[in-house]
């Protein structure tokens, strides 16, 4: 399973309110990213990171901010929760060429 | 950016049957893998595959890099079979840190 871990593994939320999940992995992997997944679509990049305080936008980072200030763990922020950040978020990292994903994060925003 | 086409969306299959899924992509790519989400949510690595022929088990897939395509084929299926299989590709623009771009995903059941 690559070692990796999200917590928390389900949440649910008040529009308007800070979220962040937490992303860890025990194998020292230099590159980790966040994706969402959503009903009818595969997974979207939201973030990713490829050292530590070294991060970039995806395809749908709008309304998230991430931090990694150390190589185990990387941190996805909802600044201010709306419904549409309604979604599973997916945490992943490379192994030489494979990415590895982690088993989510169910986020309701209500 | 680079676009991902899986074929067919759906597939309902007797137990035992074979299935041949198809990842149709737009450019070239430096990075393919097809993945198994399976009913509780968890994605499961099946191929990293971006060029050639691989077989572990019941599963096999090939890349034809050159015509951008791949082929996921499932022999004798099972019941844990049933999921969603996403083919997801990295083109090379991206220096290789890019996260994947991926397809929409085959819904598979599998009937007993």
């Known amino acids: 399973d690559a070692g990796i871990t999200q917590s928390p593994r389900h949440k649910v939320t008040e529009t308007g309110t800070p979220v962040t999940l937490r992303c860890h992995q025990t194998?020292?992997?230099?590159?980790m990213y966040w994706y969402r997944q959503d009903p009818g679509h595969g997974l979207r990049l939201i973030h990713y990171?490829?050292?530590?305080?070294?991060?970039d936008k995806g395809e749908v980072s709008d309304g998230y901010s991430v931090s990694r200030s150390k190589t185990e763990d990387f941190l996805l922020t909802l600044e201010s929760a709306t419904s549409s950040q309604t979604s599973v978020y997916f945490c992943?990292?490379?192994?030489?060429?494979?990415?590895?994903f982690g088993p989510g994060t169910r986020l309701t925003v209500t | 950016g680079i676009q991902v086409e899986q074929s067919p969306p759906d597939l309902i299959l007797q137990e035992g049957a074979n299935s041949t899924l198809r990842c149709n992509f737009s450019d070239s790519v430096n990075n393919l893998q097809w993945f198994h989400q399976n009913p509780w949510g968890q994605l499961i690595n099946l191929f990293y595959i971006p060029s050639g022929t691989k077989q572990n088990g019941r599963l096999s897939a090939t890349t034809v890099a050159t015509e951008r395509y791949s082929l996921l084929y499932i022999s004798s299926s099972q019941t844990t079979d049933s999921g969603v299989y996403f083919c997801a590709v990295m083109g090379y623009s991206g220096g290789g840190a890019d996260g994947l771009t991926f397809g929409k995903g085959t819904h598979l059941i599998i009937q007993p």
């Open positions: 992943a990292i490379s192994a030489g060429a494979e990415q590895y």
């Open positions: 990171s490829y050292g530590v305080k070294d991060t």
């Open positions: 194998e020292n992997h230099r590159y």
